[in-house]
């Protein structure tokens, strides 16, 4: 049987199946992932600039990189593959998105149900008194930085810096959905990133079929990976969208 049938088949026959992406997901939208040879990680230092203890001593600086980051992803649109993800959704197929992303271009795509498990860059966050204030283009722009209208503090994108807990729910619905699903389709991530690189793990302990859709292999690949299609996931993911039609 063709592979893409064959994963096709597997999904329409799972009782849940839930997808794990990783920032490979959102490249094809103009969104660099943060490894790698083009990542924001290549020029600046996640120790220097992504480290709350280094936001905090001096969340100019930290913004620098900020700005730089925020213009490449609120102009990004979501792509085939995040647009795929909803439609397999609205068809009933895919239940839930545990993303590793902060872009919220799945749920601009369509996605309903959504796990955030590093936040959504989409607002920022008062340390001080918990306020949260939708990002504007002018509010980022802010010099030195932005800060709380009501205590005057800086604000943080609402997103998970180095050294910060992943939030109790946020873990906990994550690794539910997990030892649910029977089938997880693990997209575009490196796989190295923890506690997010986990899920698939806990998925596997609990009997799920993993399917990887990725240009490199990973940790995954020849330890709980079960279907390994390599390349583009748009054009992976528009081949089994396109065998539910058929």
Aim: aromatic share 10%; with cysteine.
């Amino acid at each position: 049987m063709d592979l893409y049938k064959e994963v096709a088949e597997l999904i329409k026959t799972s009782n849940y199946t839930i997808a794990f992406t990783g920032a490979g997901i959102s490249v094809e939208s103009g969104i660099p992932p943060f490894r790698g040879s083009q990542g924001f990680w290549s020029k600046y230092d996640p120790e220097e600039f992504a480290h709350i203890e280094s936001f905090l001593k001096n969340p100019a600086k930290v913004w620098k990189m900020l700005r730089e980051m925020f213009e490449v992803v609120l102009k990004a649109k979501p792509n085939v593959s995040h647009k795929a993800l909803a439609e397999m959704e609205k068809l009933g197929y895919l239940k839930t998105v545990i993303t590793q992303n902060i872009d919220g271009l799945h749920q601009s795509a369509g996605n309903k149900n959504v796990i955030e498990f590093h936040g959504n860059c989409k607002w920022l966050l008062c340390l001080d008194c918990g306020r949260k204030e939708a990002v504007k283009k002018e509010l980022i722009e802010t010099l030195p930085y932005p800060v709380c209208p009501k205590c005057k503090s800086p604000l943080k994108p609402d997103v998970i810096f180095f050294g910060e807990p992943i939030p109790f729910e946020v873990r906990k619905k994550a690794k539910n959905e997990a030892k649910k699903c029977d089938v997880m389709l693990v997209i575009g991530t490196s796989g190295v990133v923890f506690p997010a690189a986990e899920i698939p793990y806990l998925a596997k302990l609990n009997n799920a079929k993993i399917v990887e859709i990725n240009f490199e292999e990973t940790p995954y690949t020849h330890s709980i990976t079960d279907y390994f299609l390599r390349g583009k996931a748009s054009e992976i993911l528009s081949k089994i969208i396109f065998q539910f039609e058929s």
